[in-house]
């Protein structure tokens, strides 16, 4: 690695002001930029280092919303009493990530600023219909999870902003939720291909509310499944409608053959992936 100039604010205001003087590259965990920097795929001139950010790394229930800052670690979300009652599947997909080591310093802004379509924490913060709060010097904005993404590895975020947090209503009723990835390995691999499942049981628990499915690693960004989910709203599970359901979330999914996989075992294993975590319904909470 190249000489850069090195910035360590202690406060958010701090940060913020570096980020309207210099062009800094943001380190968070460091766990994807560091490796970017050591293979020569990035060059920056100075790196700003906001772990000591303390202000940033929380994770909060109030009126309803949950709040999530941006250096909060994955294994801070994977242990979280909030993120395992509100959004179990966010908390499933953060123990998926890497190892102890790498959740313990890798966080949940650097997963999404990075801008992977593989990022894992993506498609359960999909469902969750998250937004996400960028600050400058200028000001604020909100802009909903869906909209940040341009294309692999590209957002809207400006040079100039950060990411500070993350919030998403906090789902009511007894919740359905699951998190399929599959990998190279069981373990410490990139997914190939992801699916995040969050609905909502009827009164009677016979039926689907709320259906929110979500795609990961197979399209330019992840991409909600909005078919299946119009497809298995107020419906019962059972094995025919989950066979039918993961032969719509195969033709949904837009993938491509690279490195790691094809195109037809994606498309796949996406109905696969579904199907696996659908079945678990089919017998228990819904009968």
């Given amino acids: 690695m190249r000489d850069f100039k090195y910035f360590r604010p202690r406060t958010l205001k701090e940060a913020l002001s570096i980020l309207t003087q210099e062009r800094a590259k943001v380190l968070a965990g460091g766990t994807d930029l560091l490796v970017k920097m050591k293979d020569g795929l990035l060059r920056p001139e100075s790196v700003m280092d906001i772990s000591f950010l303390e202000e940033l790394k929380f994770i909060r229930e109030e009126e309803g919303m949950v709040t999530i800052g941006a250096l909060a670690t994955h294994s801070m979300l994977e242990r979280s009493p909030i993120i395992n009652t509100k959004a179990p599947h966010l908390a499933e997909a953060s123990r998926s990530i890497g190892s102890p080591q790498i959740r313990n310093v890798a966080t949940i802004g650097g997963n999404i600023v ?127 409608m989950v066979d039918l359901a993961a032969k719509l979330c195969s033709e949904e999914a837009r993938p491509i053959s690279d490195i790691r996989s094809t195109l037809v075992y994606r498309k796949k294993v996406t109905g696969e992936l579904l199907k696996r975590g659908l079945s678990q319904f089919i017998e228990g909470v819904i009968s």
Avoid at 117 to 144: F, H, M, N
Avoid at 145 to 153: C, D, K, Q, V, Y
């Fill in 114 to 240: 990075n801008a992977s379509p593989a990022g894992d924490s993506l498609p359960p913060l999909y469902t969750l219909e998250a937004e996400l709060l960028l600050e400058s010097e200028k000001g604020s904005r909100i802009v909903a999870i869906e909209e940040f993404f341009t294309g692999p590895g590209q957002s809207i975020i400006e040079p100039h902003e950060l990411l500070t947090a993350i919030r998403f209503k906090a789902p009511r009723g007894e919740l359905l939720t699951f998190f399929q990835k599959l990998g190279q390995r069981k373990a410490l691999a990139i997914s190939k291909v992801s699916v995040a499942f969050l609905a909502t049981c009827a009164a009677d628990k016979k039926f689907l509310r709320k259906v929110r499915i979500a795609l990961g690693a197979v399209a330019p960004t992840v991409i909600r499944a909005r078919e299946v989910e119009s497809f298995l709203e107020n419906g019962s599970i059972n094995e025919e």
